[in-house]
C-alpha cells in the first residue's frame, strides 16, 4: 500500500478554525451583515456615534500614556503636568491630543444627541438606545467636569469650585452631594484623589458598560428611519449594507476627524495656567468651559430671589424639567398624534437654540 503524506495545514486556516469554534464569529458576522443602513438626506447623521466612539478610544489611549507621569497630588499635580508639556518626549503631544480630544468628543456628542433627537431616534423600539445614550452623555460631562481640576492650575481650581457650588444649590442632595465630591468644605488634595478615581477608574466602567449596550442595541434594532423616508414605496426605499459599505465610509471619516484633532493639536497645543492658589482672589472672568457655558451664564441671569425662592434654585429647577423633558420624550411623542410630534420638535429647537445663545452669550461676557 502507498502511503500518503498528510499535506500541511495551513495556518491561517488553522487559527480561523480554532478561533470559530470557540467564538460565536459567525452569528456576530451575520448581524453585522444583517444591518443595513438607509439611504437619504439625513444619511450624515449616521456618521456622529461612530465619531464619538473613535474618539473615545483616542481618550482611553492618551488617558493611559498620561497616568504614566501625572501625579494626583495637590503640590505635584501642576509640576507634574509642567514636567510633560516641557521634558517628556511627545509629553505635550499626547496631552493636547487629549484635551482637544475631549472637546471634539463632546462637540461630536451634542451633535449625535439633537441629531437622533430631531430623527425621532427614541421611538419604540429605541427607547433604551435613547436612555443609554443620555446617561453616556451625563459621563462624558462627568470625564469633562473631573478632568479639568487634574492640573491644578488657576482657572481649573477656580471653576470647579464655582461648579461644586452652583451643584451644592440643588434641592434635597447637593449638598450632600458637593460635600462628598470635594472631600470637605473647601476643595483641597480629597478633591483631587476623589476626581482622579471618578475621571480614571469610575467613569471608564460605568462607560463601557453602557457603550456596549448601546451599540448592541443599534445593532439588534438596526439604524432608524426619518419619516420622510419610511412614507416612500418600499420599491424607491434605498439601502446599503452597514458590513463593509457603510463601515468603510465610517473609517474615512474617522480618517477626516483624526486629521481635524491632529491639526488643532499641533496649531494650538493645549496650554497650562500657572498653580492654583486656594488663597488667592479668583481671578476675574473665571468662566467654565464652554459645554458648561450655557447654564453658567443662564444661573449668572437669575435675580437673587423669585418671589419667596432663592433665585439660583429656581433656575437649577428650570434646567432640571429641560433634562426630564428628554428623558419621557419616548413617552410623549410615540407617533401616535401629529401634534405631539410637533411639540416634541418645538421642545428640541427652543432647547437647542438656548443651548447655543447661552453658550456664545457666556463665552463674550
Ligand atoms: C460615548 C457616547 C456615545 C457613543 C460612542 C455612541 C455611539 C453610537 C453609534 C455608533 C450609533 C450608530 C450610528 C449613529 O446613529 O450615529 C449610535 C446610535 C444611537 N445613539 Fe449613540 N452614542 C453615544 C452617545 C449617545 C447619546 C448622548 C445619545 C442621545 C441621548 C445617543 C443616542 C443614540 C440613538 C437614539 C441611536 C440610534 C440612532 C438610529 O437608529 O438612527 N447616543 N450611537
Not at 448592541?216 to 434594532?221: A, D, E, G, S, Y
Request: with cysteine; aromatic share 14%; hydrophobic share 55%.
Amino acid at each position: 500500500m502507498v502511503s500518503h503524506p498528510v499535506p500541511p495545514k495551513d495556518p491561517y486556516r488553522a487559527i480561523s478554525e480554532f478561533v470559530c469554534d470557540r467564538l460565536p464569529l459567525e452569528a456576530m458576522r451575520h448581524l453585522a451583515e444583517k444591518k443595513k443602513v438607509p439611504l437619504h438626506r439625513h444619511s450624515m447623521w449616521y456618521y456622529l456615534g461612530g465619531i464619538a466612539g473613535m474618539l473615545l478610544a483616542v481618550q482611553v489611549v492618551t488617558g493611559m500614556l498620561l497616568m504614566v507621569y501625572y501625579v494626583p497630588e495637590i503640590n505635584s499635580a501642576h509640576a507634574s503636568i509642567l514636567k510633560l508639556n516641557t521634558q517628556i518626549n511627545f509629553g505635550w503631544f499626547v496631552r493636547s491630543l487629549h484635551s482637544w480630544g475631549a472637546n471634539l468628543m463632546i462637540l461630536a456628542l451634542f451633535v449625535h444627541l439633537f441629531s437622533t433627537y430631531f430623527m425621532r431616534a427614541y421611538r419604540k423600539p429605541r427607547e433604551l438606545t435613547w436612555w443609554t445614550g443620555l446617561l453616556l452623555m451625563v459621563i462624558c460631562l462627568g470625564f469633562g467636569f473631573t478632568g479639568y481640576l487634574l492640573p491644578w492650575d488657576d482657572v481649573s481650581f477656580f471653576a470647579t469650585k464655582i461648579g461644586l457650588d452652583v451643584a451644592s444649590k440643588m434641592p434635597f442632595v447637593g449638598s450632600f452631594l458637593a460635600y462628598m465630591l470635594r472631600g470637605g468644605d473647601t476643595v483641597s488634595q480629597a478633591t483631587i484623589s476623589r476626581f482622579f478615581m471618578i475621571h480614571v477608574a469610575a467613569l471608564p466602567v460605568l462607560l463601557l458598560g453602557l457603550m456596549g449596550g448601546h451599540l448592541m442595541l443599534v445593532q439588534v434594532h438596526g439604524m432608524s428611519e426619518p419619516e420622510s423616508f419610511k412614507a416612500q414605496p418600499e420599491a424607491r426605499k434605498s439601502y446599503e449594507k452597514f458590513f463593509p459599505n457603510f463601515f468603510m465610509k465610517d473609517v474615512l471619516v474617522w480618517i477626516l476627524a483624526l486629521n481635524a484633532l491632529f491639526a488643532l493639536t499641533m496649531l494650538m497645543p493645549w496650554s497650562l495656567g500657572p498653580e492654583a492658589d486656594p488663597f488667592a482672589p479668583a481671578p476675574i472672568g473665571i468662566k467654565p468651559e464652554w459645554y458648561f457655558l450655557a447654564p453658567f451664564q443662564f444661573l449668572k441671569l437669575m435675580p437673587p430671589m423669585v418671589g419667596p425662592i432663592e433665585g439660583e434654585l429656581v433656575g437649577i429647577l428650570l434646567m432640571a424639567l429641560v433634562g426630564i423633558g428628554f428623558v419621557v420624550v419616548p413617552f410623549y411623542d410615540r407617533g401616535l398624534s401629529k401634534s405631539s410630534a410637533r411639540i416634541a420638535t418645538a421642545f428640541g429647537v427652543v432647547v437647542l437654540l438656548a443651548l447655543i445663545a447661552f453658550t456664545i452669550w457666556g463665552a463674550l461676557s
